[in-house]
């Protein structure tokens, strides 16, 4: 919560006053070690003597009172936090029990320090259990009846559309396919802020972003609408080269088949398409497995158009490293051109359609020595291993020739809700056709001023060209307008008008927008948008109603892709590539495999309406062959995922799936610390402060006799300086429980030779070996966990980063959400009907 | 791909650079060739910067004597025909690119991110990547006030197909070398058909009918949004219109330059094809993308241009001169002499590309002489010894007539370890963009002119 450090502060900082020598936190400069020792001492004493009265306070019974909690706080707290030694620049002492909402945001660092059990720290006097929890208990419930009384949700800026919203918002607006075009690929990458590109603060707007946005809406309405002009282009859909093609590639080719490739096209016209193929070569650029011939078929949303034969026209040549040209000339030249000629020109109408790419798989196999998947794919792809099979490298389609009309495109069958009869009612026709689409792309009730902007634009573009070319323009006047762009939220104006810095109920439309964004990414649908304008959002129970429609709808997909994506880094794994000498048996394939299973996984969560607590428990999970492999699972077959029950103790749940493990490591090695922070951040909300500068990188040292140490033995360095350790103490255990997972997820018991050591423990003391026990220690503290889904759901759904005086609407999500045991469904509803979400601070004078 | 119908007209001389004749004549920057009319030395007019990954063989690139007399050397003989209008300098280093305590590797990510910049990039995977601003952004600032786009940069190489990066550096630093800020790093285009789209629209051709209605399509259509935009920011709370405020900025912004383009518009273009897609071989793809440049220049599109010929850490192949190796991994020879050979087979095929280019530049006509003379043309790498990953004794040619500021035909020898950088502060210099010190710049270079 909140920017401040100290309030991350890793609780074990804390110099222990009047010992001195022990360790001190590495960022404070002490300046006056001595004074700070007979301060020290001082406070012993007063603390001693606060522990006298406090002793009579408790015998006479437990009733809560606030001077009896000022009693705790001078004998537990007021020690280290006064207003003389300023520990971790927290003073108490000065505070006003009495009035807690005066100084709120210190109180809900308090409370946290308390839930997490963190304060006092180990080795200092602490109450029974019994007061403890009723003080904390009386911090919150006092916090939250004065945000009940004077509530604070906070102000969200003006809020751009992100790329993935943008993109999400023309889909649905205009049913423009994602095939067709790279929406995302057009415009720049987004910032983001609090761990989320969705953060209103951080989305500007740059002139290149503005030139983007142009250019876009310009290919997008053309795109839409189907533009007749359009000329030939070409597009080359690469099968990335360390894709394995040993099996069949996926559900949309044939049963049957074996590699290729499978792409969804954009034909933007009816019109003759040209198709090429080129296979893949090795490093001397000579096509792979061309010792036999094969076959190639080529399917147009599953009608084969076209089947090649390739391959096997000089079965009397062995396959070698490399030719020369002076005496093999001719073979070589086969080798380099053998697919020349794989093109092929056919009719197709516009839309999207299936193209698909593959070899059928041969029904007998030639005798010989049989042999195994290559699995080391540097060796086979870069010099061709005999017997390899040939493989698809790209596929090029080329097109409209020929060209007989815009057809009927999804897109087009949206838009275009009229067709004007003659000259005299295309003015009608066209605002039939533009008001809807300004009214969702708007996500208003559209005006008349709206109206004649566009066709103003229409106009214009009309006397240049025929209806549609105006069409297209004034949809590409809408998609830069501003209140397409930009989510604004309106103080009331007068008479409804609300005092400076009061909150106030957003209206709601403004409450349909925020709710179509948190779950969908995108605009809200025609059904949102009418009750919105009807009024009706304002009725709890339609509210929960529309929220819980909307998270059964497919388009909540968005929290997969958006939300978990962020939060548990999965966009991450597209970037990793773990060391091929160290790691060979690595792929793009495998990496696929990684982050659909995540991603199939978190869906599972949600469309299940499990526990949040099942995302570390949970006892299934979804695998195809190549990732069953990868976690010796046995007896999976087959490119697909389907779901497994996943018996292994240590696999279940989140910390065993290789996408988490693999972006938290390195490309050559596991690294703990990393895994260690990535827990202590994303599942228990506690992330250590960032490391002091010039951290030299961990010196790889050799033990004895050159036998080289664990990883656990090298980070040993990062305990014997003690300025390390503080920190490091509690991160590293964590990471080590993981440690016979390696760098890439698969299970392992030695590490160098070594056996791996996966004991941990928290630092005051809890033992845990091994990911079981340490899923188990974890789901001890389950608060701790779902208050930091919350936060980060709250910190997605509002666009901005969550505040002290949030706290409140946090802790009643959870409170609502404990009966159910937290599922996903009473978080995300929760949310829905928060002050936060519902709410908005008016502007200050 | 590239078809050009007709012959190339006369061009009009660049306007507005009037300011730059108000600034004090510099020492050194004195033109050899200055006419008598002159009375201050016209500014360098294009920036163009060719850049060499993974090192170069230096035995064969650094010519033997020093001086006009100097002897074309087997790398540089493509560039015989220019060597009146080329500097080779010698003995210039880039002393932030070495490594410091703790940094075992990123030496190629270090040259990349050095080479314009002179500062020693931050050692991280993550996203609070730093490095510095680079000296085309630099140039690109001032003179992009002129031109449609303010630079423009080209790369060979996708990032993607190309594998790991160092370990412990992110791949930002070696995908570009183009930095506008510390924190941003310019994307570099590598498509054909995306350089044409951002030079010409995303009309096919460059018929200027075409191109003149999108032009005012486009400018009705900002004109429209920005009366509505006006409006919005009216009902909005302070903290509200900032935002409001930035966009209507933004597109003031590409206004201006669809202004430019719209006065530029009646210019007649050679008239070409737009490209369909990435050519197969380095050949056709680095002559399309110079023929491209050259059309920038050419139209005053833009007038600052970075061109990666290939990327640091690059494992290209050149099958179709009989190297299927990765370029990378011949770099580090280990003295083995086939491999040697090689290396210098791609730094001459390199350098054949190079001439291209320059071919090209002195053939087509620029207000009273070529675009090659009003241009300042850096052609170099980051790294000499590719083997042991040297960032000193670094190749480097300073090539075009530089508006008269520049007299070639000379190997200039600096000190050992000169700060590269103290070239750049040069070059900004001739550009009238003058700065106190960029990266670890200890001063100018001399020599230059004289």
């Known amino acids: 919560m909140g920017t401040d450090h100290n309030c991350r502060r890793c609780p074990f900082l804390i110099p222990l006053p009047g010992v001195a020598g022990l360790k001190l936190r590495w960022r404070q400069r002490e300046v006056y070690p001595r004074l700070r020792t007979i301060l020290g001492w001082i406070g012993i004493a007063l603390a001693g003597v606060g522990y006298l009265q406090a002793a009579n306070q408790e015998l006479s019974g437990p009733a809560p009172h606030a001077s009896s909690y000022r009693a705790v706080l001078n004998r537990y707290c007021f020690t280290c936090h006064n207003e003389n030694l300023k520990t971790a620049g927290l003073v108490l002492d000065k505070l006003n029990v009495e009035n807690l909402s005066a100084d709120a945001p210190v109180w809900e660092k308090v409370i946290r320090k308390l839930r997490a059990g963190a304060m006092p720290p180990a080795g200092m006097p602490r109450p029974d259990k019994a007061t403890y929890d009723s003080f904390a208990t009386y911090l919150e419930t006092t916090l939250d009846r004065a945000a009940a009384a004077k509530p604070n949700p906070g102000r969200p800026a003006v809020h751009r559309l992100n790329r993935a919203e943008y993109a999400n918002a023309i889909h649905d607006l205009l049913a423009v396919d994602a095939n067709a075009i790279d929406i995302p690929s057009l415009l720049p990458t987004d910032d983001s802020g609090y761990g989320f590109d969705n953060n209103g603060d951080v989305l500007t707007v740059s002139p290149m972003l503005m030139e983007g946005y142009l250019s876009a809406s310009r290919k997008i309405s053309r795109l839409a609408i189907g533009d007749r002009g359009a000329r030939p282009v070409f597009e080359t859909y690469e099968v990335p080269r360390f894709v394995m093609q040993e099996d069949r590639m996926s559900e949309d080719l044939p049963l049957g088949s074996r590699g290729g490739i499978a792409v969804r096209h954009h034909f933007p016209l009816d019109a003759e398409y040209v198709l090429r193929i080129r296979l893949q070569r090795n490093a001397r650029t000579y096509i792979l497995g061309l010792e036999r011939p094969h076959q190639l078929d080529v399917r147009l949303d599953g009608e084969r158009i076209k089947v090649f034969t390739v391959g096997g026209e000089r079965s009397d040549k062995p396959s070698a490293e490399r030719y020369s040209s002076f005496d093999q000339g001719d073979y070589e030249h086969y080798l380099m051109t053998a697919d020349a000629n794989l093109e092929v020109r056919f009719a197709a109408k516009a839309g999207t359609r299936l193209v698909g790419v593959t070899f059928p798989t041969a029904t007998s196999e030639p005798e010989g020595v049989f042999q195994p998947p290559v699995m080391d794919y540097a060796y086979a792809r870069d010099y061709g291993h005999p017997d390899m099979e040939p493989a698809v490298g790209s596929v090029t389609i080329g097109g409209p020739y020929d060209a007989r009309g815009a057809g009927e495109t999804l897109s087009r069958r949206k838009i275009l809700v009229c067709s004007p009869t003659g000259a005299r009612d295309e003015e009608t026709c066209a605002k039939r056709i533009l008001s809807p689409l300004a009214r969702r792309a708007y996500r208003r009730p559209v005006t008349e001023r709206d109206i004649q902007d566009l066709l103003n634009l229409y106009k214009s573009a009309r006397s240049e060209g025929d209806f549609e070319e105006g069409i297209q323009a004034a949809l590409q006047r809408i998609l830069v307008d501003p209140e397409f762009l930009f989510r604004i939220e309106r103080d009331p104006a007068p008479p409804r008008g609300t005092a400076p810095g009061a909150a106030y109920r957003i209206s709601d439309l403004e409450l349909a927008s925020r709710l179509s964004f948190f779950l969908w990414s995108s605009i809200p649908d025609d059904q949102l948008l009418d009750l919105a304008e009807r009024g009706k959002l304002k009725n709890p129970a339609v509210l929960e109603e529309q929220a819980r429609r909307m998270l059964a709808d497919p388009r909540s997909k968005a929290l997969v892709s958006n939300f978990a994506g962020q939060w548990l880094y999965l966009r991450n794994v597209q970037k990793v590539w773990p060391n091929p000498d160290v790691f060979p048996y690595f792929d793009a394939s495998l990496r696929e495999a990684f982050q659909q299973e995540t991603e199939l996984f978190f869906e599972s969560m949600l469309r299940e309406n499990r526990s949040v607590l099942d995302l570390l428990s949970a006892d299934h999970t979804f695998v195809n062959e190549r990732l069953a492999r990868h976690y010796q699972i046995p007896n999976i077959y087959g490119n697909h995922f389907r779901r497994v029950t996943v018996s292994d103790e240590n696999r279940k749940g989140l910390l065993g799936q290789a996408s988490i493990l693999t972006v938290t490591s390195y490309a050559t090695r596991t690294a703990p610390t990393i895994r260690g922070r990535w827990l202590l951040e994303n599942i228990l909300g506690t992330p250590p402060p960032p490391p002091p500068p010039n951290v030299p990188s961990l010196d790889v040292k050799k033990g004895e006799g050159g036998i080289p140490l664990t990883m656990r033995q090298q980070m040993e360095q990062h305990r014997a300086n003690p300025a390390c350790a503080s920190c490091h103490k509690v991160m590293d255990p964590l990471g080590f429980a993981l440690e016979n997972f390696d760098a890439t997820g698969k299970w392992r018991t030695t590490d160098g030779g070594n056996p791996i050591d996966a004991s941990g423990a928290t630092p005051d003391g809890i033992q845990f070996q091994g990911p079981a026990e340490l899923r188990k220690l974890l789901l001890t503290h389950p608060d701790q966990f779902v208050t930091t889904v919350t936060e980060k759901l709250l910190t997605y759904a509002l666009g901005r980063g969550v505040e002290y005086s949030d706290a409140p609407a946090v802790r009643g999500i959870l409170r609502e959400a404990a009966a159910g045991n937290y599922r996903w469904s009473a978080l995300l509803v929760g949310i829905v009907k928060s002050t936060p979400f519902q709410m908005r601070r008016s502007r200050e004078p | ?450």
């Not at chain 2, 540089?76 to 025909?81: D, F, G, H, K, S």
């Not at chain 2, 006006?230 to 903290?239: D, F």
């Not at chain 2, 530089?402 to 070239?423: C, E, F, S, V």
């Open chain 2, 1 to 450: 791909m590239m078809i050009f119908k007709k012959a190339m007209p006369r061009r009009t001389f660049l306007r507005g650079l009037g300011t730059a004749l108000a600034l004090p004549l510099l020492d050194g920057m004195v033109p050899a060739f200055a006419r008598a009319a002159d009375t201050a030395a016209k500014p360098a007019g294009r920036l163009s910067i060719v850049y060499l990954p993974n090192g170069i063989m230096m035995d064969k690139w650094t010519p033997a004597t020093e001086g006009a007399g100097f002897q074309m050397t087997p790398i540089l003989e493509p560039l015989a025909p220019f060597r009146d209008r080329l500097l080779v300098l010698s003995g210039l280093a880039h002393n932030s690119g070495r490594a410091l305590q703790g940094e075992n590797t990123g030496d190629h990510a270090r040259a990349g991110a050095t080479y314009l910049s002179g500062v020693h990039p931050r050692k991280t995977e993550g996203a609070d990547t730093q490095a510095g601003i680079s000296m085309d952004q630099i140039v690109a600032k001032e003179l992009g006030k002129h031109t449609q786009l303010a630079s423009l940069e080209l790369c060979l190489d996708t990032p993607e197909l190309l594998g790991q990066c160092e370990a412990g550096y992110t791949c930002a630093y070696m995908n570009t070398i183009c930095w506008r800020t510390p924190t941003t790093p310019m994307p570099m285009e590598d498509r054909p058909r995306a350089v044409f789209e951002r030079l010409f629209g995303d009309s096919d051709s460059t018929d200027p009918a075409v191109r003149l209605r999108r032009i005012k399509r486009d400018r009705s259509i900002l004109d429209s949004v920005t009366a509505k935009a006006a409006r919005l920011r009216g009902s909005l709370g302070p903290s509200d219109q900032a935002k409001l405020t930035e966009y209507l900025d933004a597109i003031r912004d590409v206004e201006r330059r669809i202004q430019t383009a719209e006065e530029q518009s009646s210019r007649e273009l050679p008239t070409l094809e737009r490209p369909a897609g990435v050519p197969a071989t380095f050949t056709e793809h680095a002559k399309l993308m110079f023929d491209l440049q050259v059309l920038a220049y050419q139209c005053d599109l833009t007038r600052v241009i970075t061109f990666m010929l290939g990327r640091e850490f690059g494992g290209r192949t050149y099958r179709e001169i009989g190297i299927p190796d990765g370029h990378h991994s011949l770099t580090h020879h280990q003295y083995k002499q086939d491999k040697i050979d090689k290396v210098i087979q791609i730094n001459i095929y390199h350098a054949k590309h190079f001439a291209y280019f320059l071919e090209k530049l002195r053939s087509t006509p620029d207000g009273d002489g070529s675009l090659l003379d009003h241009m300042v043309i850096l052609y170099g790498g980051s790294l000499s010894d590719g083997n042991s990953h040297l960032h000193d004794n670094l190749p480097i040619l300073l090539v075009g007539g530089g508006a008269g500021q520049i007299k070639g035909g000379r190997h200039i020898r600096y000190p050992k370890d000169t700060p590269m950088p103290n070239l750049l502060l040069t070059m900004l210099d001739m550009f009238r963009v003058p700065m106190e010190s960029l990266g670890d710049s200890t001063g100018k270079l001399d020599l230059l002119s004289v």
